[in-house]
């Protein structure tokens, strides 16, 4: 119970996926040009309208009343899962299960063969078919993401996935730091997987803000799965 004061404004977002990250979504909020910037000054002392703010994401809010009621954390996520799927939609699984048990018990199984699952979002991480016993958390699964899986069949190439995620890149980039801005115009133009693994740890360690560092990791997992397969002319 949050008291009869609480007052709820909901503002409609811009659109672009870099509104996710803290300092471009309050300047989305503030209906300025989201792009990130450096992290000083943080929010809780500058944020929102110049104004002391905390930044949470909707699944931590969703928690909230589990935790103040029972005293713990919230054992259940809700997972999007779409793809090769028999029963595509959003599935409510407990904490620790496995991707497999979530296609399985959640989604009705698969359609057809597997051949990898994109864990998170174009900022997770990529499974492939013999890795969908691994538990979904942070410890088994770093970096995993937002909720969600998208499951890829046979007939998906790990080098049309890695298209797409370039594409990705280069289209919702802000272009607010020189990393993120010409790294994701280089990623297509790699030639092979040293000169992309290159660029990858160049943009983890130099770009501004989550996005362009989390741009490599879905990447990497595609060169270590896949090693002969992104640049099959090599």
């Known amino acids: 119970w949050l008291g ?4 709820v404004e909901l503002v409609i977002g811009q659109g672009p996926y870099i509104c996710g990250e803290e300092a471009s979504l309050l300047r989305a909020i503030e209906r300025g040009r989201p792009h990130a910037r450096p992290l000083a000054p943080f929010p809780v002392h500058r944020g929102l309208w110049g104004c002391p703010t905390v930044v949470h994401s909707v699944e931590s809010l969703l928690t909230l009343n589990t935790t103040l009621t029972t005293g713990r954390g919230q054992d259940r996520r809700l997972i999007c899962v779409s793809g090769a799927v028999r029963e595509p939609g959003v599935v409510e699984a407990l904490h620790g299960m496995t991707a497999g048990q ?15 699952v994109l864990v998170g979002g174009p900022r997770g991480r990529v499974l492939n078919a013999d890795e969908l016993d691994l538990p979904l958390d942070p ?21 049309a996935l890695a298209e797409h995620l370039f594409q990705f890149t280069a289209a919702e980039s802000c272009g607010a730091c020189t990393a993120c801005r010409v790294g994701a115009s280089l990623m297509p133009k790699m030639v092979d997987s040293e000169a992309l693994t290159t660029l990858m740890e160049h943009m983890s360690s130099a770009a501004r803000c989550g996005f362009g560092r989390e741009t490599p990791r879905p990447v990497l997992d595609l060169l270590r799965l896949y090693p002969g397969e992104l640049f099959p002319h090599k």
């Open 139 to 159: 410890e088994h699964v770093p970096g995993m993401g937002y909720g969600s899986l998208m499951v890829l069949s046979e007939d998906v190439t790990p080098r």
């Open 4 to 7: 009869d004061d609480l007052h």
């Open 102 to 116: 979530i296609i399985d018990e959640g989604a009705g199984g698969l359609k057809d063969g597997v051949r990898m």
